[in-house]
């Protein structure tokens, strides 16, 4: 006799019944699920590496690999994922596991990295323990908005005359440093920063692809200049992987973004970029992004410009600090139309050229006032400087094509031999050695000494040994410097005292002599 049809279904749905309750007892509560994705190495490259899986992957962000290998997905590609890896990828084999971290890449901010030492991860490098930071930020952060800045009206010193005085820098300013290797770029990048107060600039001196050597000598100079202390660095040195490299001045952006955020002047260096697009031309061509002119892949002037463009003047209401870029490039043989040189020309506000034939001359800094140019400082300048400083960038320009003239014996009307001689003694007066910064009263003086003819009868050997008393007659009347450094124009009575005490300095150094 047949089991009837209804009992037959009654007795399969109580068994299914008891299976799913089964199931849902084995099964942990909805609150404890995680969802991981969980992709695999296909090949490892120098510096990239090609993985699969992790669809849910976003563009640059951090991914993990064994240990505490990371990497940034840089390339979404529809079968894998280009990555780029930010620590050396001698462990990592074809077939290992890679995570995501859902976050991406971000560096450490806040008066804590004020005199240390770190890598772009924001790993301190200096041996002085961890790092004590008020939070991170992004390395990828967008520029403040237009509505978000405020005018360039405020001069960063660099305590060099030939810029201080005929390129001037405004606050808030991006000046591209370029010239030939060896002709003093990083000497007045670093110049600069340690002509900063430690309550006025906080600065970010970032190093890209530099020796070690290169690096550990900048990092001993600050210290003995008591910059350090109001200097962080960011070191992304040449044996370090090529991911590093690119990063690091990005990196180095954002610690400079959280102080001018809290109100401060911030200065940063990047030394140099020229090294950071040749990183970035090796990820790509590893990457297999399309080359385009000189093998550089197609976005590299973006590459720089999102960089750049987080440098400003924010608005009061904002907190009014600043970010000021000096980038520095290298140029090969002098020529400035050059790819990289043509791209941050026209990105920045202007470009101090270091000539290699002034280098070669002995014109220390070798500034080419006519190759050299400031868009926006100038706005910034003290009245003083545009008093005394208006014409001799032009001045100076002429003397320098008229010397090369009389190279071939030309004979020179009178007034063209006063003019070579004025423009030599200038020349003199802008020779100034590293570490040696001037004040910018000490500089208003001895422009005053040589645009008002001066030194027109002092031996050219000799200025150089008079130039201490220049300076001290600078301090002579206080009032007259504290005119000068409220930006009081270089008014008739204030320069007529200010030549009197140049006068009474360099009659007392010519008896003395």
């Not at 404890?32 to 695999?40: A, N, P, S």
């Not at 690096?215 to 109001?230: F, P, S």
């Not at 870029?325 to 990289?340: G, K, N, R, S």
């Not at 005053?448 to 050997?461: I, M, N, R």
């Amino acid at each position: 006799m047949s089991t009837p049809r209804s009992s037959t279904g009654a007795s399969l749905a109580g068994a299914l019944a008891a299976g799913l309750e089964a199931v849902d007892h084995a099964l942990p509560d909805a609150a404890e699920l995680t969802v991981r994705e969980i992709g695999r190495v296909l090949s490892i490259g120098q510096g990239v590496a090609r993985v699969a899986g992790l669809p849910g992957a976003a563009s640059e962000e951090l991914l993990r690999f064994p240990g505490r290998g990371l990497g940034i997905a840089l390339n979404l590609e529809p079968d894998h994922i280009g990555v780029v890896l930010l620590d050396e990828a001698s462990a990592i084999v074809a077939g290992d596991e890679v995570r995501r971290t859902r976050r991406v890449m971000d560096v450490p901010v806040g008066d804590g990295l004020l005199g240390r030492v770190i890598d772009p991860n924001g790993r301190p490098l200096d041996g002085a323990g961890r790092i004590r930071a008020s939070g991170r930020l992004p390395v990828q952060r967008p520029a403040p908005a237009i509505m978000d800045r405020d005018p360039v009206q405020r001069p960063l010193q660099t305590g060099i005359t030939a810029i201080d005085a005929l390129i001037p820098i405004g606050r808030g300013q991006r000046q591209l440093i370029l010239g030939d290797r060896q002709t003093g770029k990083t000497a007045i990048a670093v110049d600069t920063i340690a002509n900063q107060g430690p309550g006025d600039v906080r600065c970010v001196y970032c190093a890209i692809g530099q020796r070690q050597s290169s690096v550990a000598k900048v990092i001993a100079d600050l210290r003995e200049h008591g910059a350090l202390a109001h200097t962080t660095v960011v070191v992304a040195g040449g044996e370090d992987p090529v991911g590093l490299q690119y990063l690091a001045p990005y990196a180095a952006t954002s610690v400079a973004e959280h102080f001018a955020e809290q109100g401060f002047d911030t200065l940063v260096v990047y030394d140099d970029l020229t090294r950071h697009a040749r990183a970035y031309r090796e990820l790509s061509l590893l990457l297999r992004r399309p080359p385009g002119r000189e093998a550089y892949p197609g976005d590299v002037f973006y590459l720089h410009a999102r960089l750049l463009e987080r440098a400003t003047q924010l608005r009061a209401t904002l907190g009014g600090g600043s970010l000021t870029a000096l980038p520095i490039i290298e140029t090969q043989a002098e020529d400035l139309a050059a790819y990289i040189p043509t791209n941050l020309i026209s990105i920045t506000d202007g470009q101090v050229y270091l000539s290699p034939r002034l280098f070669r001359q002995g014109q220390f800094p070798a500034v080419d006032v006519g190759r050299s140019v400031s868009r926006v400082g100038g706005k910034a300048q003290l009245p003083a400087y545009r008093a005394v400083a208006g014409d001799l960038r032009l001045a100076y320009a002429q003397f320098e094509e008229l010397e090369r003239f009389t190279r071939y014996g030309a004979r020179l009307e009178e007034s063209r031999h006063l003019l070579l001689e004025r423009g030599r003694r200038v020349r003199e007066v802008l020779r100034q050695g590293q570490y040696a910064p001037l004040t910018v009263v000490e500089q208003i003086a001895e422009l005053v000494a040589v645009t008002d003819g001066l030194l027109d009868e002092v031996p050219l050997e000799r200025i150089d040994t008079l130039r201490p008393a220049l300076r001290l007659a600078a301090h002579d009347d206080p009032t007259i410097a504290a005119a000068i450094l409220r930006g009081e124009p270089l008014t008739g009575t204030i320069r007529a005292g200010l030549r009197t005490a140049l006068g009474a300095r360099l009659t007392a150094a010519a008896g003395d002599g």
